[in-house]
Antibody, heavy 121, light 107 residues
């Protein structure tokens, strides 16, 4: 079964650092890019960026560039989203998702269950 | 950036109704358009890719159409499990994708 399993919910204080993870299984991990999507409480989906686990080539939405870092460890099929210094405004649900490419385009066809990050003093 | 605008933002309907949601792109994107469904408390689910191609396992009451800048998602006969939020996404840009703001479908 193709799956993306994310790490558990986090409660942090402003200024804390954090790394959340997304472990892929059931397919050749280096064959697909994996992206991160943010969902603020009660709001819509925002495309943050994505990484090719095979060579760690990473693309960011300019709105998120410098705010968080995407990385990967292909040896264990895991992708990460990391913050150096969290802000209250980072409170959100974060989803990882597998991107599959076709001749007609690409889409996120497999999603993780989401990781809720709460930042509060 | 390519901006995606959905309408309406919310929609009330009944079981058995035919419902259409619209998505417009700020520039032409061919058929590089996907639709997702998100139920409360769940991760999004891919329904349609390439504007009109039904993802495996998705009921045939869902259909998509359009090209260029104007796209539609149609649910031919609403079922109770279809009440959810729906998002379009452009996949024209390989390195920067964007979602519409979402449409909440309510009873």
């Amino acid at each position: 079964e193709v799956r993306l399993v994310q790490s558990g919910a986090e409660v942090k204080k402003p200024g804390d650092s954090l790394r959340i993870s997304c472990e892929a299984s059931g397919y050749i991990v280096t064959a697909n890019r994996i992206g991160w999507v943010r969902q603020l409480p009660g709001r819509g989906l925002e495309w943050m960026g994505l990484i090719n686990p095979g060579d760690s080539d990473t693309r960011y939405n300019p709105s998120f560039q410098g705010q968080a870092t995407i990385s990967a460890d292909r040896s264990i099929g895991t992708v990460y989203l990391q913050w150096r210094s969290l802000k209250d405004s980072d409170t959100a649900m974060y989803y990882c998702a597998r991107r599959t490419d076709w001749d007609e385009g690409h889409a996120f066809d497999i999603w993780g269950q989401g990781t809720m990050v709460t930042v509060s003093s | 950036d390519i901006q995606m605008t959905q309408s309406p933002s919310s929609l009330s309907a009944s079981v058995g109704d035919r419902v259409t949601i619209t998505c417009r792109a700020s520039q032409t994107i061919g058929t590089y358009l996907n639709w997702y469904q998100q139920k409360q408390g769940q991760a999004p689910k891919l329904l349609i890719y390439a504007a009109s191609r039904l993802q495996s396992g998705v009921p045939s009451r869902f259909s998509g159409s359009g090209s260029g800048t104007h796209f539609t998602l149609t649910i031919s006969s609403l079922q109770p499990e279809d009440f959810a939020s729906y998002y379009c996404q452009q996949s024209y840009s390989s390195s920067l994708s964007t979602f519409g703001q979402g449409t909440k479908l309510q009873i």
